[in-house]
């Protein structure tokens, strides 16, 4: 689907702090973490610091006092997309978040309160609905527009983008506010290493698990915007990992084999069918960038990020696959405008 | 752009039956399903009851698939089969005819139960790493449901999962018309599901939501929920579309909205604000005027604070139209599917708009006054209608409304 959508704001929270230029610098530190099923044995794992001080006025907020953690990720990732945005546009913007786990924190402990105690407690089961961070958000920073909230793996981001394009053209809002948000649980811990997802400390085989969140502000692309998301496309499901090869060689066979690909399918599965299909094809030329670990919504969302700051005038687009884990695969692609591409303002006008 | 959107297929599973004609003939007959809930354990719960359903048996999947399959995607399947068959989009072989067809779904809780299952393992700390249990694990997640969906109907293409609370229904089916409004796509199945579980049962029990009592939607000796469990989907096409494959359009979905109400995470705003907002915005975009709508599906939780809410809002959104526009809560039939019930009661509001039929307010005996010369009583028709609507509204503060209509207004 082709998308003309203006990114005019980012925010970020990761394990390697809280900002943009954090996510694209800074190098995360690993804690350990033992699974829920195997208390004896740790396991190296990203999480964000909650003390940091950007996340003191978000704690203090009355509606936010039982909150999850990946709900003050959310809001914090949130503000710095919308900074600048005064309240009155904030009252016309649309809010999508993309979840995979949603507020799995909240659901471990009320249904362990269930197996363990036999009750549960009624002030939890509200925060496990996926949608109840989205209410936080949009209430604590004024945004009255339409408010969904995705559920699908790393491919729900492009889900959200499409949507975000649909608002944009029905005019249901002025712009969309899209965010991805994970947090981080010891059962995560024992899902993934059930499915032999898991990294150990001495192997380079398997992700890491981590949290955070992500976003971008968007609206229609005007002729002025330089930064935009032209192409959007998902569909490519698989079950087993032959059909996950197809799904990806046809997801770039159908894309323009000139353009750059930026690789984002790290330490997982994936890792090697990416590279498999984009071998042939020139890569977008990335730092040394920090490994931040899998945490999926917020991954995609990462990834976005990084990927858009290597556009420049030397790579003015980019393909970025969406590899999600255990869905469908998916495609955005992104570029940038040089000032001398923008439309010039006609002959009358420039007489005087 | 903006194009015309008409309705050409539907099927449900509920708890009234393993089809959509079986419901909605159980439904206008006044039965409910309310029945003992065996499913799992509710000791230690007020309430022990609920509408379950009984998934119709997947003859044509292999027996080792069927095992793997979340309760969910039991249910998802011969719904989303029904829906595409009503509308003639399967072939002979029981598969889609179109193999991309994007599918806008709402849930709340997808699979739960394998995560519940999964959970309580761990917590036994009696597994292994290669328990094939613990490689289900990754199937309680929504998505899985959906490829489920895909793979048993032989079709891909974008997908989108809306988990809006229990307006998510409403949404997924709003979601399409928008996508093919503005060209995005020809032809959308979409809908909701929803299984019981435990961790949703015990949660709305231990928030005192359920009802010991029958399920009694605008009375004002209502006490609460009864939980459901259902699947619902319709086939959503533009017009020109559904006109050159020679497919009959239902009816026409000419209105949707959808707000967020902020006052508070589980109940809606005492003035009802952000419902009236949500039926006046898809009642502009039907063009119609709230009077001219026929029948409305209301949301009726029968809840403390859901009902009284609403009545004031059908109040302040109908004017002097209340009497003569029918309401009803379809909950005490079915009970609430949660993320399945916006689109299951979306169905019930098309099948009134096409036969005349309206379902009827069961349990009712003292009717709350501001909403009382709406509900609809047993047996009643109208068979001039000419619009419906269906409205829901979720924790987090999601509101959404659907219009249909058996023709465009001018």
């Known amino acids: ?352 | 752009m903006s194009r015309s959107i008409v309705v050409t297929g539907l099927g449900a599973v509920t708890p009234l039956g393993e089809n959509f004609s079986i419901s909605w003939n159980a439904l206008i007959a006044g039965r409910d399903a309310q029945a003992p809930l065996d499913l799992f354990d509710t000791t230690g719960c007020r309430c022990h009851h609920a509408a379950s359903a009984t998934p119709p048996p997947l003859t044509d999947l292999p027996a080792k698939t069927i095992r793997r399959l979340a309760r969910a995607s039991r249910l998802a399947i011969p719904a989303a089969r029904e829906a595409l068959a009503s509308a003639g989009l399967l072939d002979a072989e029981g598969l889609s005819t179109l193999r991309e067809l994007p599918f806008s779904v709402a849930t709340t809780a997808g699979g739960m139960a394998l995560g519940e299952d999964f959970l309580r393992r761990v917590l036994a700390r009696g597994h292994s790493h290669r328990s094939p249990l613990f490689s289900r694990v990754s199937r309680y997640l929504p998505q899985q449901q959906v490829l489920d969906v895909q793979q048993a109907l032989g079709f891909a293409g974008h997908s989108v999962i809306i988990a809006n609370a229990c307006a998510s229904g409403a949404n997924a089916i709003g979601h399409a018309a928008d996508l093919i409004s503005v060209g995005a796509a020809d032809c959308v199945l979409a809908g909701g599901f929803e299984a019981l579980t435990e961790l949703v049962f015990v949660g709305f029990d231990c928030l005192q939501a359920t009802s010991i009592d029958r399920c009694r939607p605008f009375d004002l000796n209502r006490s609460g929920l009864l939980l459901g469990e259902a699947a619902a989907f319709v086939v959503l096409e533009s017009a020109e579309h559904a006109q050159r494959r020679g497919a009959t359009p239902l009816c026409h979905l000419t209105g949707y909205g959808h707000t967020t109400d902020f006052f508070h995470l589980t109940q809606p705003k005492p003035d009802g604000a952000a419902l009236v907002e949500v039926m006046r915005a898809a009642a502009t975009q039907a063009r119609i005027a709230p009077a001219q709508i026929g029948y409305i599906n209301a949301h009726g939780t029968a809840t403390a604070v859901n009902d009284g809410v609403e009545a004031t809002a059908y109040g302040a959104f109908l004017g002097d139209a209340l009497g003569s526009t029918r309401i009803s809560s379809t909950k005490a039939a079915i009970g609430h599917t949660l993320g399945a019930a916006g689109a299951v009661e979306a169905l019930f509001a098309i099948e009134a708009l096409r036969s005349g039929r309206l379902p009827p307010q069961l349990n009712l005996q003292t009717p709350i006054p501001e909403i009382a010369p709406a509900l609809v009583g047993a047996k009643e028709s109208s068979s001039d209608m000419q619009h419906v609507m269906s409205v829901n509204l979720g924790f987090g503060g999601s509101n959404a409304a659907l219009v249909f209509s058996r023709s465009l207004s001018p």
């Not at chain 1, 006092?65 to 904030?90: C, H, K």
């Not at chain 1, 197996?115 to 949608?131: C, D, H, I, K, Y």
């Not at chain 1, 339409?146 to 712009?175: F, H, I, M, N, P």
């Open chain 1, 1 to 352: 689907m082709k998308i003309e959508l203006a990114v005019i704001g980012q925010g970020a929270v990761s394990p390697a702090g809280v900002g943009v230029d954090a996510l694209l610098h800074r190098e995360p530190a690993p804690a350990s973490v033992a699974a829920l099923g195997q208390p004896d044995q740790p396991w190296p794992v990203l999480r964000v610091d909650l003390k940091d001080p950007a996340f003191a006025r978000w704690q203090r907020e009355p509606r936010l006092r039982r909150a999850s953690s990946m709900t003050f990720f959310l809001v914090e990732a949130a503000e710095q997309a919308l900074a600048g945005v005064s309240p009155a546009d904030r009252a016309e913007t649309g809010l999508i978040v993309a979840f995979s786990a949603g507020c799995i924190t909240y659901s471990r402990r009320f249904f362990e309160g269930i197996v363990r105690q036999g009750m549960a407690s009624p002030a939890l089961f509200p925060e496990t609905v996926f949608n109840s961070p989205v209410s936080h958000v949009a209430s604590v920073l004024g945004l009255n527009g339409a408010a969904y909230a995705l559920v699908g793996d790393e491919t729900a981001w492009v889900a959200a983008l499409k949507t975000a394009s649909v608002w944009l053209q029905k005019e249901r809002v002025r712009q969309v506010l899209i965010l991805g948000a994970e947090e981080f649980d010891p059962i995560v811990l024992d899902a993934y290493r059930s499915v032999r997802w898991l990294r150990r400390q001495t192997s380079a085989n398997g992700f890491l698990a981590s949290e955070g969140a992500a976003g971008i502000l968007v609206r229609r692309a005007g002729p002025e915007d330089a930064t935009r998301i032209t192409t959007a496309r998902d569909g490519f499901i698989y079950r087993t990992k032959k059909e996950a090869a197809l799904a990806a060689e046809r997801l770039l066979s159908e894309s323009d084999p000139a353009k750059p690909c930026y690789q984002s399918a790290q330490h997982n599965w994936l890792g090697s069918l990416e590279k498999r299909v984009t071998e042939n094809r020139p890569l977008a030329p990335v730092d040394d960038r920090p490994y931040l670990g899998e945490a999926f919504t917020a991954s995609a969302a990462w990834h976005i990020l990084r990927a858009l700051s290597c556009l420049n005038d030397q790579v003015p687009r980019l393909l970025l696959p969406v590899w999600g884990l255990n869905h469908q695969l998916g495609l955005l692609e992104l570029e940038t405008r040089k000032k001398s591409e923008f439309p010039r303002q006609d002959a009358d006008d420039r007489l005087f």
